[in-house]
């Protein structure tokens, strides 16, 4: 009897290993480990996605996190990757601004999304005197992408020039880059995406908490939800908090799950439930494909996704690659995904893997 109980602890403990990496470190506590069957996961599915994966040198995925309705379900690492790893996120970084944002609301350094960035960057007075309308910029208009402040965030195209964000991180001063730009709308009116306005948040929260950006967020964000390693890209005197953040994955997890439970990190609230619900809210329809809250990503009720899924509530981060870090409230599930977009493997990009692989394994 003792022998059958031993075989089926070792079955048992063989099959988890193959939805995490061994040894599974012990520095995770954060969430109980449990199977992806334990929550209606089609494991087999997942077995799949993982050898998929695991046998294809370029897929581009770098590692996978999943926590499903409170419980580490899934957490593996390719391409001699680990946990203690940090990836860059890319676009993801604006996401995380936009936390830091919400936080130094909490702690009344700024007043409120609707207050004017003006304020709090006095000294580029001039780009603001030099065209007055300017100083109707809110913070609310950066994170919902309708500064109206002209831009192009990529190169190529007919005329192939340079993007924004080419020229931005040549430029000494990226502060005085984005607001020397002219208006092409007026503040609030028109969405024109623009990853770098993570920038002139991030300026006016170096002003009002007198230290760098980096350490406002570790400090006093972060550190709320046990993330310490967290490396931000300098060129010159400027952090790249708008595609330059790095952190491991299990790290970015627990931003998705803060969000989640729209603010609440284990019975204290961190972020303010309202700031949450908005930034993840609908607030502009993009194309067939999107819709944009602040800083945060959303499904438009043409997007073939939503035939994967029962509501449209999911909200989403993602970079240029196979960064992507996926909330979806109705499943109280969090994805998180790092990588690069390696050509010619686009059946492995994290938006495919996240719908035919993981919601695939929920249907």
């Given amino acids: 009897m003792k022998q059958s109980i031993i075989i089926v602890i070792l079955i048992g403990l063989g099959t988890m290993g193959c939805f995490y990496n061994e040894p599974v470190p012990s520095d995770q506590n954060v969430w109980p480990v449990a199977m992806p069957s334990d929550f209606g996961m089609n494991e087999e599915l997942l077995l799949t996605m993982d050898s998929v994966i695991s046998i294809s040198p370029n897929s581009g995925i770098s590692s996978i996190v999943i926590v499903k309705e409170g419980h580490l379900v899934f957490e593996k690492y390719y391409n001699g990757t680990d946990r203690r790893s940090l990836f860059g996120l890319s676009g993801i970084s604006s996401s995380l601004v936009n ?47 309708k500064s109206g402040l002209s831009w192009r965030e990529f190169s190529g195209g007919f005329d192939d020039l340079l993007s924004d964000t080419d020229y931005i991180i040549q430029s000494e001063d990226w502060v005085e880059y984005l607001l020397s730009k002219p208006l092409e709308a007026l503040p609030g009116t028109r969405y024109s995406f623009n990853s770098a306005m993570a920038m002139l948040i991030a300026a006016a929260i170096e002003n009002v908490y007198g230290d760098s950006f980096k350490n406002f967020m570790v400090k006093e964000a972060l550190n709320t939800i046990d993330v310490k390693d967290v490396e931000i890209e300098r060129i010159g005197d400027n952090e790249n908090v708008a595609w330059g953040i790095s ?23 961190v972020l303010d439930q ?7 809210a609908i607030q502009t329809h ?78």
């Fill in 247 to 269: 952190m491991t994955t299990l790290d970015l997890t627990k931003i998705g799950y803060l969000y989640l439970e729209k603010g609440d990190w284990f019975g204290r609230q």
């Fill in 274 to 280: 309202n700031y949450v619900e908005s930034s993840s």
């Fill in 286 to 363: 993009v194309d067939f494909n999107n819709d944009f809250g602040w800083m945060w990503w959303r499904y438009a009720e043409d997007n073939f996704f939503l035939s994967f899924l029962s509501e449209n509530d999911t909200f989403f981060a993602g970079g240029i690659g196979n960064e992507r870090l996926y909330i979806v409230p109705h499943l109280e599930l969090v994805v998180a995904v790092t990588g690069v977009q390696i050509e010619g493997n686009f059946s492995l990009s994290a938006p495919l893997v996240f719908r035919d692989y993981i919601l695939g394994s929920l249907r």
């Fill in 99 to 145: 936390a830091a944002l919400g936080r130094a609301i909490d702690l009344g350094l700024i007043a409120s999304v609707d207050d004017s960035l003006f304020k709090y960057i006095p000294e580029y007075a001039q780009e603001f005197e030099d065209s007055p309308i300017k100083k109707n910029i809110t913070f609310e208009h950066l994170m919902a992408m």
